[in-house]
């Protein structure tokens, strides 16, 4: 089965419990598909700093894609997109450092990691879309929609243990 969620605000506790009762194996998430906002001639998603998640949704979870838009207005150490999971038992997407290079990393454990780390990609204070694909079939990253970056790692959100952060933004 397929899933979409739209916007983190728009489904309660509720949702979310019979989304994950349900156990699909595959789920499309769409954390950050913003309302905009009208000013002059231009349009703006409206910015999410950070938003808790809950957890359980991500659990058994054999694929599963996370996209949103995204903006940095600097980049600060390792200011992340999104993160689930925690220390080295993870998957995120960040920036590298303080750089402008977007790491895209998967964590089984302490020895199996997987990432994609894309050079140079990140503008700041220029909205972009991001989507990042576990699974399968492997990581895959997509940059204003385009495929910029693969590997073939099967890590997903199934292989995570229980508790850690769920969020976006940070």
Known sequence: GLLQFRGVSGIGTTGWRRACRLGWRTL???????????????IAPRPVLQRELPRELFENLTEATVEGWIRFDAFAPYSRFFDVGRDLNSINITHYERSPNLLFEAWANATNRSAIHVLGLLRTNEWCHLAAVVGPRGQRLYY???????NDSPIAF???KEGGNARLGR
């Open 144 to 150: 204003n929609g385009r495929l910029v970056a693969t």
């Open 158 to 160: 199934a292989q995570l």
């Open 28 to 42: 499309w998430v769409v954390l950050a598909v913003f309302p905009f906002l009208r000013s002059g001639a231009q």
